[in-house]
């Protein structure tokens, strides 16, 4: 993988981050996207200050015209991508019936539309080089009913259907399209569904009241689980892997 160049957003908290330390501890060239400026400088500045190629772009993924000008942009800078990584990702908790339009819009504005809207713009480049992979980072959510997230599972559904689609289409230019489905993750995202001290005990034990078992492994996943599943996706050893979705989620969905 050295020497490649690699698209992730979502790099400045998590899964994002953890994924852009590993492409880059292998020699990767990565341009991490965020949304906000502040936080991605401080991430980038840690790993610039490990000796890593990393370069930050804020930007939003929201925005078809802002993604269109941050590919250019990094091509530019950076030189033609061969990996692109969906790992932005926002979670708007709520029964169903009590979701604002705003909760909804908001929601499958970055996990989906997001999604559409960095995959169009990078696949369209990799088509002419006949080469790339993109892996976009959804949820076992995807597949499995939650309470209280309806949002971010439809959302996450979406996003699912759509990248093995894109990969069909792209398969005869040589570009493979998969998908990791983390589950319970220690990361911002999950203690903020719980408070600190007990997101991980909570995800463990599952909670019956909910339908929704533990995890059979007895922890939640590190970023950098997740983040492992991503690279060897990304990576030649996946080189006859494509539409595929790797759940990692400590068996919490009972291999369905």
């Known amino acids: 993988m050295e020497g490649r160049v690699a698209l992730v957003t979502g790099a400045a908290g998590g899964i994002g981050e953890a994924v852009v330390r590993l492409l880059a501890d292998r020699g ?17 500045d840690k790993l ?6 990393v370069t930050g772009f804020p930007a939003d993924v929201t925005s078809s015209a802002e993604v269109e000008a941050l590919a250019e942009r990094v091509e530019g800078d950076l030189g ?6 969906n790992a932005a990702g926002v979670l ?3 029964a169903a019936r009590d979701l604002t339009d705003q909760d909804w819009t908001a929601t499958l504005a970055v996990n989906t539309n997001g999604v559409f809207f960095t995959s169009r713009a990078l696949v369209n480049r990799m088509i002419p080089r006949r080469r790339g992979a993109i892996v976009t980072v959804a949820s076992n959510a995807a597949g499995t009913a939650r309470t209280e997230m309806a949002a971010y ?3 996450k559904a979406a996003a699912t259907a759509f990248t093995k689609c894109l990969g069909l289409e792209v398969a005869q230019y040589n570009i493979r399209c998969n998908l990791v489905a983390p589950g319970s993750t220690d990361t911002p995202m999950l203690r903020g569904m719980h408070t600190a ?3 991980a005990k ?3 034990a599952g909670n019956p009241d909910a339908y929704r078992v533990g995890i059979p492994l007895g922890k939640v996943a590190r970023p950098e689980d997740v983040a492992q599943a991503v690279l060897f996706l990304l990576s030649d050893q996946a080189g006859h892997i494509t539409m595929h979705d790797m759940t990692v989620d400590g068996g919490a969905t009972l291999g369905v």
């Open 28 to 44: 990767v060239k990565v341009a991490a996207v965020d949304l906000v400026p502040e936080r991605l400088a401080e991430s980038v």
């Open 48 to 53: 610039r200050a490990d000796g890593l190629a």
């Open 80 to 85: 033609p991508v061969d990996y692109l990584v």
């Open 92 to 94: 708007r908790l709520g």
């Open 153 to 155: 599972a439809a959302s």
């Open 197 to 199: 001290q007990t997101a």
């Open 202 to 204: 909570a995800s463990v």
